[in-house]
């Protein structure tokens, strides 16, 4: 049978995992894109709920999880405009750390602080994270949802293997996280300590105004700031290897 009604309920459901209230609602998220999901579905490691289909489109998954959808309403929740099967996933957990686990709270290496709410920007860093070993990404209270479409392409997949963690507010972390801000000391001087947060700000108001310290800076010319991934990335890069 074909969903052809825009107020079919399962057709809601599945419209709401384009947005962050149906994302938390319903503990699902979509996996869009080609190459992502055949690569998926070579090793699966997360519950697949259903697939969804275009008329035109042939079923990939086996045991009856197909939702067959009509061309408009697919191209609803098709959002990235990949016209390809779209796959409806159970989110892996995630636990939430709360002001109070944050006072206490002792990272294992180098672990980052996300605040970014621009998903595109989140996921591209989330990318690179794992590219670099971060070993977790405490997503605070400001930060998109990291399973937003937009945000699951930009991490290239990452977020479905990342370990990551929800926060309190920017304000109620430990004032002694490693701030990468464009007024703090040089990169090139800074001696990294074994275990640490390192928070990143978003573009724009970045973190200039908060009470972090340390604070460390990448060294630019020509320009006043760079993009928040790149900056993250060269900073992840420059940590030492543990061992």
Request: glycine share 8%; proline share 7%.
């Amino acid at each position: 049978m074909m969903i052809e009604s825009a107020q079919n309920e399962t057709f809601r459901k599945l419209l709401s995992l384009t947005s962050s209230k149906g994302l938390k609602e319903e503990g699902l998220f979509l996996l869009s894109g080609e190459k992502l999901i055949r690569e998926f579905l070579k090793k699966p490691h997360l519950e697949i709920v259903d697939e969804l289909l275009a008329p035109s489109h042939e079923a990939l998954t086996a045991g009856g999880k197909q939702v067959l959808l009509a061309s408009s309403l697919f191209a609803q929740i098709d959002v990235l405009g990949t016209h390809f099967n779209i796959l409806v996933l159970k989110q892996p957990p995630v636990p939430v750390l709360t002001a109070a686990d944050m006072k206490a709270y002792a990272p294992c290496g180098i672990e980052l602080v996300a605040p970014l709410g621009d998903p595109g920007n989140l996921g591209a860093l989330i990318r690179s994270c794992e590219a670099f070993g971060v070993p977790r990404v405490i997503l605070s209270r400001e930060a998109a949802h990291p399973f937003l479409p937009k945000a699951v392409k930009a991490s290239a997949g990452s977020v479905l293997r990342m370990n990551l963690a929800r926060g309190p507010a920017l304000a109620e972390f430990p004032a002694d996280c490693i701030a990468l801000d464009m007024r703090g000391v040089s990169i090139n001087e800074f001696v990294w300590p074994q275990d640490a947060l390192l928070l990143v700000g978003e573009e724009g108001p970045g973190i200039s105004a908060s009470g972090f310290a340390p604070r460390i800076r990448i060294p630019t010319t020509g320009v006043e700031s760079l993009n928040v991934v790149v900056a993250a990335s060269i900073a992840l890069s420059r940590i030492p290897t543990r061992g």
